[in-house]
């Protein structure tokens, strides 16, 4: 699922803590958007996409 919702095999980020801190933000994404109701991650993403700034936050339930 994350090679292709986030595209993780073309991820420059390769040194030092990077990919473990990288594979934290997209596992939380996964699983936020699982909580919310998701079935499908790549259309959960697309969803959150159309208004970036209210509803990712929306979704973590920051103000």
Known sequence: MRDTAF?????????GHGPDN????????????????????AAGLRHASYEPFTRPPDLL???
């Open 22 to 41: 990288m594979a934290t933000l997209r596992n939380l994404a996964i699983n936020t958007l699982r909580a919310a109701g998701h079935q499908n991650i």
């Open 61 to 63: 339930g920051i103000v």
């Open 7 to 15: 595209a993780k095999d073309a991820s420059k980020i390769c040194t």
